[in-house]
Structure formats: C-alpha cells, structure tokens
C-alpha cells in the first residue's frame, strides 16, 4: 500500500506489476529519469552561482566548458535513456529530429519511445525562478528489432503509457502517471532521494486563478477575451486571481494543487498558440486527466489530436474541470 514517506524507488517496484505491460523496462525508463532529474536539478540550482562560477559559454576552473542549462538537460537526459539502453527513440524540444537507438541492431527489443521537453521555461533561469522537465512515454507502433520511424512518435496523446514531469521550485519534485492517478514526489535534496509526498493528485473541480500571458490579450479570439472578463467580473466567487509564471510546469502544478486554469490560446500573431502537443501539451493533458482535470484546444480533446509532425503547436486550455468547461462554452458562443 502506497503511502507518504515511501521513496519513489519503493513506489516504482510496487506499482511495476499493476501496470498492464509489466516486464520492467517501463520501471527501469522512469528509474532512469529520476536518476537524470537528480542530475540536472543539482546544475539548476547552481545557476545562481553563474557569476563565481563563469556563465554559458565560458570555461570553468576544471578547464570544462559551461553548456547553457537547457542544452545541458537535453545531454543529460538523452544520456541517460540511451546509456542504460531502455528506449528505442528519443525526440526532443532541443532536436530537430528524433533520435533512433541502436537502429542497426536486430536483437534490440526495446519497446518504449520517450518525448521530452528537456527544460521548460528556460527563460525564467536568469532570474532565479521555478523551471521544468516535461515527459512523455508511448508504446512503439513499429515491429521491435526495426529503426523506429516518424510514426512511432506521431501518436495521439490518448495512447500515452506515462507521462510526467519534474519542477525545480523551492523544492525539487517529480509528478508522474503511468496510467493509474498522478502522484508527486519531492526530493530530499540531503541525501538524493525522492519521497511520496502528494499521493494520488487531483485538480479541485472548480478553481479561482487564471494563468494566462494577458500581455497578448488584444490578439486572443473574441471567445477568449469574452473569458477572461469573465474572470475578471465582480460576480459569485469572482473575480479570480491571475497568477502567470511563464513557466508551464510550475502554472500547471500550482493550478492542480490549489485549482485553476491555464491557457495559451491562438492569437492573431500565432495561428496555433505556442505550446509543442508532443512533448508540452501531451503529456500535461495526459497529466490533467488522471488529476480529474481537463485539456484541450478550444474544441477538442487535446489527447484525441492526431499529431501531424514531431515540433506540432497547438492551442493548449488546461485545468480544473468546470473552468475549462466555461472557456470552451466562451469560445462555442462565439463561433
Ligand atoms: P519554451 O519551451 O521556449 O520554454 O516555452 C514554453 C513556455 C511555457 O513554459 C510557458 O508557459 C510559456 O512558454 C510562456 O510563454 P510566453 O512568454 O509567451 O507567455
Ligand atoms: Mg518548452
């Protein structure tokens, strides 16, 4: 039986066999990010020590050169997957193209495929606050013993096996899914290991903050604009808080938590928002779901999207199930 205080190492082998595939690898995947999750929150949190410690670009006093942060994830990451040969493909927000592993090998029975966003809202670093790693884990479609291809990765959000992320707040935590709720661990950062801290996550069905960058507001889509007034107005348990980070991950965590919602609609400036469906939208909104949440692009279900190509935007509304509702009757009324 799960319960707090339990290590994320504990949890991953007692939960291995409920999962329907069970044969370890899932298991040995996610051991695998949480050992690079260790890896890279302990450069994170030197960031702030740039200035003693040479910034990107620079050479350190061991004579290394100084990678940028996100670079450095997406090595540490991709390292990881690959070294401990666990996965057959990799594709990732810092790559052009997806990564086939051990291609040329017949014997190579690896079946999982991971999308991942190394680290979200990198641009919040400089300043010394809250960033992420977003991940994603499907199912190969392709005969194992075979180069993945295109198609591996181009697949709908609903055929997720386990989605997650990690979030370098004031403390570092790791939330996942396989499929069976969301649960978040948080890192004790004196002796490296991740505990139960939030079991079995869950969005509040109504919520009273609202993240959006309302910088954009005149090029939102009038059932958008028609929203966040509605926010706004003095009315019931309105008006909402707004609360934007910038930063997905840590939007995201703080609405499940305490309940709200947060968009990155389309706009007059781009046509499909900002926000990447496979390796950001995806695995949130898989994330969501499990949470009692919701996700979608306006008008659909952002899992039922049948994904087009590997660095695909999408309009992405995500949250507490009633919020989400109401933007979506918004933008109906307006179509
Ligand atoms: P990134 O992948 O370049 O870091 O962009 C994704 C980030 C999200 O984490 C965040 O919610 C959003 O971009 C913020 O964008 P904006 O500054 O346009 O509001
Ligand atoms: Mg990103």
Known sequence: MSQKNQTLGEFIIEHQSSFKYSSGELSRLINSIRLAAKVVNYEVNKAGLVDILGAAGDTNVQGESQQKLDVYANDK???????????????SEEEDHFIAINSNDKNHQNKYIVLIDPLDGSSNIDVNVSVGTIFSVYRRV????????????????SEQVAAGYIIYGTSTMLVYTTGDGVNGFTLNPAIGTFYLSHPNMQFPKNGKIYSVNEGNYIHFPQGIKDYIKYCQMEEGDR?????????????????????GIYLYPKSSKTSEGKLRLLYECNPMAFLAEQANGKATNGVQRILDIQPTELHQRVPFICGSTNMVEDVEAFIKATQ
């Open 239 to 259: 008006p909402y808080t707004s609360r934007y980070i910038g930063s997905l991950v840590s939007d995201f965590h703080r609405n499940m938590i305490k309940g």
């Open 77 to 91: 990451f991709i390292q990881m997957l690959t070294n401990r040969n666990i996965v057959c493909g990799i594709a």
């Open 142 to 157: 392709t005969d194992v013993g075979t180069p993945v291809s295109l198609d591996d990765f181009l697949q709908k959000g």
